[in-house]
């Protein structure tokens, strides 16, 4: 490989992708666990300090990939190592590396074994979800993609619940299955392109066949991330068995790649089908927000209704996705960041729950805020935004989303009705049992309210709940460009107006 050449005065994005590698390979050699918390700590809080400077020296104006770096891989199948960011994945980067250092933070006392092996899998996850985010070269991409399976099949394997094996495999054979047919698209375009360079696969003039083909590979592949009815079986039971760190890991990033995985190639590479697949996607999302608020609704156990509440709020994502216009679009991106900060926030509670209850069961944890007003207050903060309260983060994501729907479909907008009061049914209902509960609860007198190191962990997510609910232009200015170019290059290709799915034209030109 020869040496990456960058935009910017150092390659910064090569230095947040790898130096977390350099990190677990210091912290393999590490003997006290102690040590090991500390060391990785440090790290992921410099390497989100230092992915600011992306936001800082971003230039807004223009929808181009920046901070750049190309060198020549596997020259003989034109694989590059190319990577940058745009308006869209910058975000996401900054979501990844701003995360990290809280799930070291929320396992201080929850990982008792194995720790050194544990912050190793966190600092290898920190590396392979940023290149995904930052990857312009579709092999490179695939890598990534694949590589952040193992840490973390890893972490519910080894560090999980009772049914943890269950739960890792699961989760493994899943996501392989939806590799399968990624890998299938990436060859079928390289065929096509003569390149694996992912600009170069956008706006292309390809058949209609072509366009169907590849994007329901791309469907099936990024739907199970998301994950979309009805592939989201895998999703509770890895939620339910991993441990605090890789459930806030789980909602906040790795759900992202598969509607990052839409933006980034469904809508520009294969636009006439995105637009002919539009009514069904919309279906679907419309299907699990209603299906995630009924059955969360109907939840005991503390993470199973958080993670039920992820397939309602990701059908927003996919709503505002495939809406294919600016305020859907860009609605989507800040549901995709907004979730990120609220559910890992409520995965970060049930947690320190769990670790004092070592229980999961909501009848357990009745009445513990009358003793732990601290944990109340926050738990009260981060449910109202997961209901989309005015004034919260997540009101901004999901009312763009609904605006965008309505230009779309109204009838579309009417039926994700019942979804928005389902979400305030079961978080409230959440809310009240834990801060209140009933005349008659469990003894919690004993239990110490939250310590400096939780407060610190869940405050930086309070900021954001805030600070994205009362002013959230500095996060759609920077998507703004990009969100544009893409519509662009969607535009190119509509199907004629009132064709069925069914009918879809395969053979066309």
């Not at 679907?284 to 299906?291: E, F, G, K, Q, R």
Request: aromatic fraction near 14%; include cysteine; glycine fraction near 8%.
């Amino acid at each position: 490989m020869t040496t990456p050449s960058s935009t910017g005065s150092w390659p910064i994005l090569s230095f947040l992708i790898f130096s977390p590698l350099a990190a677990a390979a210091v912290a393999a050699f590490i003997r006290d666990d102690r040590w090991a918390r500390w060391w990785a700590l440090a790290f992921t809080t410099v390497i989100a300090a230092v992915s600011l400077t992306l936001y800082t020296g971003f230039n807004t104006g223009t929808a181009a990939f920046q901070f750049t770096e190309t060198a020549n891989w596997i020259a003989a199948l034109k694989i590059q190592y190319a990577i940058g960011v745009d308006g869209i994945s910058l975000l996401l980067v900054l979501l990844t590396t701003l995360i990290m250092p809280l799930c070291v933070l929320c396992s201080w006392n929850y990982i008792q074994t194995r720790v050194k092996e544990f912050m190793v899998c966190l600092l290898v996850m920190e590396s392979a979800m940023v290149g995904v985010f930052c990857a312009l070269d579709f092999v490179l991409f695939f890598v990534f993609w694949e590589a952040m399976l193992i840490p973390m099949a890893l972490l519910i394997g080894i560090w999980g619940g009772p049914r943890k094996i269950y739960a890792s495999l699961k989760f493994f054979i899943y996501t392989m299955s939806g590799s399968v047919f990624l890998l299938v698209a990436l060859i079928a375009l390289r065929l096509q392109v003569g390149s694996f360079y992912i600009p170069d696969m956008m706006g292309k003039p390809y058949s209609h066949e072509f366009q169907t083909w590849v994007f329901l590979a791309f469907f099936i592949s990024f739907a199970i991330k998301v994950p979309m009815f009805p592939f989201h079986t895998w999703l509770p039971a890895a939620h339910v068995e991993a441990p605090t760190a890789g459930s806030v890991i789980l909602a906040s990033v790795l759900l992202k790649m598969g509607t990052y995985g839409f933006l980034r190639f469904s809508l520009p590479i294969t636009p006439w089908a995105a637009a002919y697949f539009t009514p069904l996607v919309m279906g679907l999302s419309v299907v699990a927000i209603t299906y995630g608020g009924l059955t969360a609704l109907g939840q005991t156990d503390l993470k199973k209704l958080v993670a039920y509440s992820s397939v309602a709020h990701m059908g927003f994502a996919t709503l505002g996705i495939f809406a294919m216009n600016t305020m859907g679009i860009e609605g989507a991106i800040m549901v995709m960041i907004n979730h990120g900060v609220t559910t890992g926030a409520l995965f970060i509670t049930v947690g320190i729950i769990y670790e004092r209850l070592h229980s999961r069961d909501l009848g357990q944890a009745a009445g513990m805020g009358k003793h732990m007003p601290v944990l109340a207050a926050f738990a009260g903060v981060f449910s109202l935004s997961s209901l989309a309260f005015p004034g919260t983060n997540s009101f901004i994501g999901e009312f763009m989303v609904m605006a965008g729907g309505f230009q779309f479909s109204p009838l579309m907008m009417v039926l994700v009705a019942p979804g928005v009061v389902l979400a305030a049914a079961y978080m409230l209902r959440m809310l009240q049992k834990f801060a209140y509960g009933s005349t008659k609860n469990p003894d919690h007198s004993k239990l110490k309210d939250l310590g400096f190191r939780e407060v610190a962990t869940l405050m930086p997510l309070l900021i954001f709940v805030f600070w994205i609910g009362l002013q959230p232009e500095p996060f759609t200015r920077v998507m703004k460009a990009s969100v544009e170019n893409l519509l662009q290059q969607t535009a190119q290709a509509r199907p004629p107006a009132g064709v069925a799915v069914a009918q879809i034209p395969v053979d066309s030109k």
